[in-house]
């Protein structure tokens, strides 16, 4: 499957690499703009072009300095913003909640195998704690 710019990498899943597209089948170099581990390996093993010329200009530490080249300018009276804010009219509501359709989940009573316990009955005849119920109380009353 390899030639110059299409390359087979293997990692823990085969992955294909076009140096030409600037692609990866993980789809991470396309996400981030950047090369995948994939793809520097690749990168390296063709050898013909240093790293830097197959990451986007916007990564760049010169694209860093132009953007910031004119300054940030300061935000005046800080304090009227907050003082503006607090006294607004417009009140934020909190979102509507629906319930959600269908019929709602039970919580199951797990197994002993799961790790479930047992409930304890209370016989209503009388009143004892114990593995009988009413239909099968023997206490004389």
């Known amino acids: 499957m390899s030639n110059e710019t299409l390359l087979e990498v293997h990692a823990e899943k085969s992955v294909a690499v076009d140096l030409e597209n600037g692609t990866c089948s993980c789809r991470q ?8 581990s994939h793809a520097l390996a690749a990168i390296q093993k063709v050898g013909d072009l240093p790293v830097y010329a197959y990451i986007e200009c916007f990564h760049t530490c010169q694209s860093y300095i132009e953007a910031y080249a004119h300054g940030i300018q300061p935000i005046p009276n800080i304090d009227k913003f907050y003082v503006d804010a607090a006294t607004s009219s417009a009140v934020v509501q909190p979102p509507l ?41 023997t206490t004389p009353i």
Request: proline share 6%; aromatic share 4%.
């Open 29 to 36: 170099w396309q996400i981030n703009s950047f090369p995948c």
């Open 97 to 137: 909640v629906r319930r959600p359709s269908g019929r709602p989940k039970s919580v199951r009573m797990k197994s002993a195998a799961e790790g479930g316990t047992r409930r304890a009955i209370r016989c209503g005849r009388c009143g004892q704690l114990g593995r009988h119920n009413k239909a099968t109380c």
